[in-house]
Nanobody, 121 residues
Framework: QVQVVESGGGLVQAGGSLRLSCTAS?????MCWFRQAPGKEREGVSY????????YYADSVKGRFTISRDSAKNTMYLQMNSLKPEDTAMYYC?????????????????WGQGTQVTVSS
């Protein structure tokens, strides 16, 4: 069974930075960060393929967030800079993308429990 574990969330002031980490046991997968704020649907934030050669970002985070991975450690990172209150959400790591739109959470097989990011104004 593949285990996916996120870490790195916390409380930060607007304009600050956080780095999220996600480790997936087992094989190397295409991976993605999603987030979900209270009362809203889960939305794709950023995607990275299994070797780190392809990345995608939601328009709302382009230029502020950077996704990367260390495949030897099966670990993915999300560097979040210039954080805004609207970035406040539970952030989830997803792995094993089956193809299609990277924004569709239904296309990922393995999920972590999430890590909370709260940005105060």
């Amino acid at each position: 069974q593949v285990q996916v574990v996120e870490s790195g969330g916390g409380l930060v002031q607007a304009g600050g930075s956080l780095r999220l980490s996600c480790t997936a046991s087992g094989l190397t997968f295409d991976m993605c960060w999603f987030r979900q704020a209270p009362g809203k649907e889960r939305e794709g934030v950023s995607y990275i393929n299994w070797i780190g050669s392809i990345t995608y970002y939601a328009d709302s985070v382009k230029g502020r967030f950077t996704i990367s991975r260390d495949s030897a450690k099966n670990t993915m990172y999300l560097q979040m800079n210039s954080l805004k209150p609207e970035d406040t959400a539970m952030y989830y790591c997803a792995a094993y993308f089956s193809g299609g739109s990277w924004l569709n959470p239904a296309l990922y097989k393995y999920w972590g429990q999430g890590t909370q990011v709260t940005v105060s104004s």
